[in-house]
């Protein structure tokens, strides 16, 4: 799910939008602008450009470049959760299955955002702890999930949560074999929280 934004290609452009269809075409456009330029580089007249919209536009959503980079980042990170905060919720799946799901999730996205990732979060830095927050929290439940149906084996969710939280993405960034990538961090997730090994 690379972003490859330009004005032509954004969602549909006019003088009159909803809001949420306007932010929609900022958010893409700065996206887009941030992996090709790098964030520092772009400018609120060049996302307004890439979005087909007046640069006076964007300030009716975002009242300076901080809180567009802010929004960015979450939208990047909602992208990121949605799907594991929908697998954490199905009781149909063991609390294993949501973990390996959750695991090869994570690693495609990563993998596929990697460009973007690094621009939004590495290179312009965070002015909210909120994705780190919100990620925690899906671990945690996660875990406690697994503890109490018998499945995991931990002693301190907290220490386990954040060492996960970070324990997929370094792994991401030094292989294009997504496949292997994801089951040997699912291995490596299992042996922390004390589940079965895969066959």
Known sequence: MMFHVTPSDASPV???????????????????????????????AQVAHAAGIAKGSIYLHYASRTELIDALQTDLWRKMLDHPNELVANDELTWTQRMDDIVGHLVEFSMENEDLYHAV???????????????????????????????????????????????????????????????????????????????
């Not at 006019?14 to 090709?36: C, K, N, S, T, Y």
């Not at 949560?161 to 994801?182: E, I, K, N, T």
């Open 121 to 199: 979060f590495h290179a312009a830095g965070t002015h909210t702890d909120e994705p780190w927050t919100d990620s925690r929290h899906l671990l945690r439940h996660l875990l406690i999930g697994g503890i109490e149906a018998g499945e995991f084996d931990v002693s301190d969710v907290d220490v386990t949560a954040d060492f996960l939280l970070h324990a997929y993405a370094g792994p991401c960034y030094h292989s294009d074999d997504r496949a292997h990538v994801a089951d040997e961090i699912q291995q490596l997730f299992r042996r922390v929280v004390g589940a079965a090994q895969l066959d």
């Open 14 to 44: 006019g003088r009159f939008q909803p809001p949420e269809v306007r932010q929609r075409q900022i958010l893409d456009a700065a996206a887009a602008l941030a992996v090709e330029h790098g964030l520092d580089n772009v400018s609120i």
